[in-house]
T-cell receptor, first 110, second 115 residues
Framework: AQSVTQPDIHITVSEGASLELRCNYSYGATPYLFWYVQSPGQGLQLLLKYFSGDTLVQGIKGFEAEFKRSQSSFNLRKPSVHWSDAAEYFCAVGFRDMRFGAGTRLTVKP | DTGVSQNPRHKITKRGQNVTFRCDPISEHNRLYWYRQTLGQGPEFLTYFQNEAQLEKSRLLSDRFSAERPKGSFSTLEIQRTEQGDSAMYLC?????????????FGSGTQLSVL
């Protein structure tokens, strides 16, 4: 069965610092992988997705993620975090019956 | 692009009552999904439609839950005899099947509180 694990419930980084959010997945075939961001009162917004091809995926708002099949990981990165990046981040696998991780809450310190 | 619209934004009901939520997808999208999200958790898949056909249902969708998409446009999710455990955010999403980079667009959700 497909599943997603986000090991970090809450991460705090200083503004301008780099960020990496971890995601591990379990999936029987080549996975479709996604990262979504959710701000309070807002719907989920797609940051980036991996279907196939280049394992380093560029997304919106300066985010990128790298698919590593050997580690079953799809970690999200950003070189320099902005205060507006504070939100909840969800990794997801699958497609029609997408499975989400429990989320990582990002706090950005001034 | 008006986005995915969900109504109402908030619903408070008493245990045992029936509730119905509505989702209006992006107009040209033929796929529609329902998810449920509880506090501190990621969204959980409930069901999805392609046009008017309900193609998949999660085991989470008990007999008290029913979803319809009668004309392949808007969808309704009804919960009968609500229980306190039904309290959650109900999210709707839509997508267009067959596009090269098909992706889900989510609405802002309906927050249900069962007292």
């Amino acid at each position: 069965a497909q599943s997603v694990t986000q090991p970090d419930i809450h991460i705090t980084v200083s503004e301008g610092a780099s960020l990496e959010l971890r995601c591990n997945y379990s999936y029987g075939a080549t996975p479709y992988l996604f990262w979504y961001v959710q701000s309070p009162g807002q719907g989920l917004q797609l940051l980036l997705k991996y279907f196939s091809g280049d394992t380093l995926v560029q997304g919106i708002k300066g985010f990128e993620a790298e698919f590593k099949r050997s580690q079953s990981s799809f970690n999200l990165r950003k070189p320099s975090v902005h205060w507006s990046d504070a939100a909840e981040y969800f990794c997801a696998v699958g497609f029609r019956d997408m499975r989400f991780g429990a989320g990582t809450r990002l706090t950005v310190k001034p | 692009d008006t986005g995915v619209s969900q109504n109402p934004r908030h619903k408070i009901t008493k245990r045992g009552q029936n509730v119905t939520f509505r989702c209006d997808p992006i107009s040209e999208h033929n796929r529609l999904y329902w998810y449920r999200q509880t506090l501190g958790q990621g969204p959980e898949f409930l069901t999805y439609f392609q046009n008017e056909a309900q193609l998949e249902k999660s085991r989470l969708l008990s007999d008290r839950f029913s979803a319809e998409r009668p004309k392949g446009s808007f969808s309704t999710l009804e919960i009968q005899r609500t229980e306190q455990g039904d309290s959650a955010m109900y999210l709707c999403a839509s997508s267009q099947r067959g596009t090269p980079n098909e992706k889900l667009f989510f609405g802002s959700g309906t927050q249900l509180s069962v007292l």
